[in-house]
C-alpha cells in the first residue's frame, strides 16, 4: 500500500491551503482514512477522519471549524481542506488509512487504527 500526499506550502496566517492523499494497493472505498500533523519538538496530533462511506468525520478539536475532510472513491483520493489558517498549524501533515475494512467504530483519532502512512506533506503558516 502506497499513500502519496501533496498540496503542503507556504501560506500566510488566515490564507488556505488543500491537502489532497492518492492511495494506490489497496480498495480504497473499503477503508476510512486519517489526517495527523506533527510539529517540531511535539508529539503527532489527530487532524481528522473519514468513514470507509464519508458519511462520517471526525476532527481533533484545535481544527474543528476550520478544516474539512472530504473524500472521492473514484479517484483513490482523500482530501484536506484548511482555511482559516494560523501559524500554529504549521507541521507535517499524514495521510493514514485505516488497517480494518469497513470500520465502523470511532478510534479514528488513534494512530494505532491505522497501519499504512504517507510520508507527510510540509504546511508553514507565517504571521
Known amino acids: 500500500v502506497q499513500l502519496q500526499a501533496c498540496g503542503g506550502g507556504l501560506v500566510q496566517a488566515g490564507g488556505s491551503l488543500r491537502l489532497s492523499c492518492a492511495v494506490f494497493?489497496?480498495?480504497?472505498?473499503?477503508?476510512?482514512m486519517g489526517w495527523f500533523r506533527q510539529a517540531p519538538g511535539k508529539e503527532r496530533e489527530f487532524v481528522a477522519a473519514i468513514g470507509w462511506n464519508g458519511y462520517s468525520t471526525y476532527y481533533g478539536d484545535s481544527v474543528k471549524g476550520r478544516f474539512t475532510i472530504s473524500r472521492d472513491n473514484a479517484w483513490n483520493t482523500v482530501y484536506l481542506q484548511m482555511n482559516s489558517l494560523k501559524p500554529e498549524d504549521t507541521a507535517v501533515y499524514y495521510c493514514?488509512?485505516?488497517?480494518?475494512?469497513?470500520?465502523?467504530?470511532?478510534?479514528?483519532?488513534?494512530?494505532?487504527?491505522?497501519?499504512?502512512w504517507g510520508r507527510g506533506t510540509q504546511v508553514t503558516v507565517s504571521s
Open positions: 494497493g489497496r480498495t480504497f472505498s473499503r477503508y476510512g
Open positions: 493514514a488509512s485505516s488497517r480494518y475494512e469497513y470500520y465502523s467504530g470511532t478510534r479514528y483519532s488513534e494512530a494505532e487504527l491505522y497501519d499504512s
